[in-house]
């Protein structure tokens, strides 16, 4: 098989994207590919900013719901033990943004995490479904416990 | 992260099963995981026999059908470059008996084939869909192209 060579590892800002971003890292050093990180903005209100839906990472803007964002994006990426390729924090529908910049990127591996069916999956929609749908590369699902989505409920409300 | 301990390869006896068997392969490899084997029997009435609805392998039965089933598996079984842990053939609903051998075999990665949304996934249903929803474990969808399912009309034609 061709070996993976660009890996885009989907980031939700929860507590579990630790988990999902080793075997993203462990896969990433195995095949000696390229790592990048993409968080979409879904839950604030389009940025009015001059650069479009995709957000400059190392420019100050005015809006303090963005600088938050970009803040937890450097953090995930700092806490990786490989440096990521590229960063992208993009405002837009996950399912939507991830399958656009992955087929602009040549990416060949998407990792996301997966609440499967039950659970918040119900709610929210389920990104890993999505993405598995209108993928044009593999899509790795990493299998999230359903307790860890119950427990952010908790944590938002 | 915990590494893969077993990984389950999901085959359709479709010209692709080499593509994805390939990755499994590697991936067992690199993580010195066992590789098991299944096809799910959703294509022909349920056999007459006394074993229910796993078919042994390598036993004569009287139902032709199944010996070519099962020779077919013994094939796919014969091209990997490692040998596999289990073969299971198994009569039933693909997205169900994964799922259940999965969780009764510990598995921790499921790689099956996905068409995506296009093509013969909305005519035959998307296996890797369902199983990506209802798995307790990780799920690598390996991506087809849908030029191979189209051909795969005019090959059963």
């Known amino acids: 098989m061709a070996d ?3 890996i885009l590892l989907a980031v939700d800002f929860s ?12 896969l990433a050093t195995f095949f000696n590919a390229k790592l990048s990180v993409i968080h979409i903005l879904d839950n604030i209100p389009m940025p009015d900013t001059a650069y479009g839906t995709e957000i400059p990472l190392y420019s100050d803007s005015p809006y303090e719901l963005l600088e938050i964002e970009k803040n937890k994006l450097i953090h995930t990426a700092n806490q990786l033990t490989i440096d990521p390729t590229n960063l992208w924090l ?6 939507i ?6 087929n602009r990127e040549d990416i060949d591996l998407i990792v996301v995490g ?3 069916r039950h659970g918040l999956a119900l709610l929210l929609g389920s990104t890993a ?7 044009q590369c593999d899509v790795l699902a990493v299998r999230l416990q359903d307790e860890w989505a119950e427990s952010t409920i908790f944590a938002y409300s």
Chains 1, 2 share one sequence.
């Open 15 to 26: 507590d579990e994207d630790t988990y999902v971003a080793r075997k993203a890292e462990r």
């Open 4 to 6: 993976y060579q660009h």
């Open 90 to 95: 993009i405002w837009g529908k996950p399912e």
């Open 114 to 116: 997966s609440h499967g």
């Open 97 to 102: 943004e991830i399958i656009r910049i992955a």
């Open 129 to 135: 479904s999505s993405v598995l749908h209108h993928a």
